[in-house]
T-cell receptor, first 118, second 115 residues
């Protein structure tokens, strides 16, 4: 079974600065997907960024980027120019690339609470 | 935009009651999921369904059952609610099939309190 570990229960950053959230995972599979989800205080979980394991290039979405280290099984999220609206719980998630059945469920880390200091 | 809706944002039930949580998605997704979210534990998969009337157990199915009679609707059932089922319940949906990224879209959640 796969596991996802987020070692930082809480992080705090000054507005406009850069912050990196850590995520490591354990799997015996070679093909999989990794995600970062954001859950603001309103509770709607939304996708921030995704990474396909077979792609070596790190994914980027505007101010959000990842550092994907497949050999180290590490998938960190970097938020540049932090904004007050970035304050939320951030979850790292893993999904197997196998089609159908149990492979479609996400395995989540326990989350990192990100605080933005004005 | 994909929309996943859940029947209630907040629900209070008594121990022993039968509880139904409803989820509806409007994107013709094959897969639907129920997760439970607890502080310090993240999200844990309860059940999922990959087709109408098809279901599979997730990581923590005990005390729960599900029903999927129509493609767009997935219900989570607590046969006899207990206080340890007090939690936030999140529904999600995604496409299935090889070659698709199958990103999951989440509903707003139902905070269930069992007293």
């Amino acid at each position: 079974a796969q596991t996802v570990t987020q070692s930082q229960p809480e992080m705090s950053v000054q507005e406009a600065e850069t912050v990196t959230l850590s995520c490591t995972y354990d799997t015996s599979e070679s093909d999989y997907y990794l995600f970062w989800y954001k859950q603001p205080p309103s509770r709607q979980m939304i996708l921030v960024i995704r990474q396909e394991a077979y792609k070596q290039q790190n994914a980027t979405e505007n101010r959000f980027s990842v550092n994907f280290q497949k050999a180290a099984k590490s998938f960190s999220l970097k938020i540049s120019d932090s904004q007050l609206g970035d304050a939320a719980m951030y979850f790292c998630a893993y999904r197997s690339a196998l089609a159908g059945g149990g492979a479609d469920g996400l395995t989540f880390g326990k989350g990192t609470h990100l605080i933005i200091q004005p | 935009d994909v929309k996943v809706t859940q029947s209630s944002r907040y629900l209070v039930k008594r121990t022993g009651e039968k509880v139904f949580l409803e989820c509806v998605q409007d994107m013709d997704h094959e897969n639907m999921f129920w997760y439970r979210q607890d502080p310090g534990l993240g999200l844990r998969l309860i059940y999922f369904s990959y087709d109408v009337k098809m279901k599979e157990k997730g990581d923590i199915p005990e005390g729960y059952s599900v029903s999927r009679e129509k493609k767009e609707r997935f219900s989570l059932i607590l046969e006899s609610a207990s206080t340890n089922q007090t939690s936030m319940y999140l529904c999600a949906s995604s496409f299935a099939g090889q070659g698709r990224l199958k990103e999951q879209y989440f509903g707003p959640g139902t905070r269930l309190t069992v007293t």
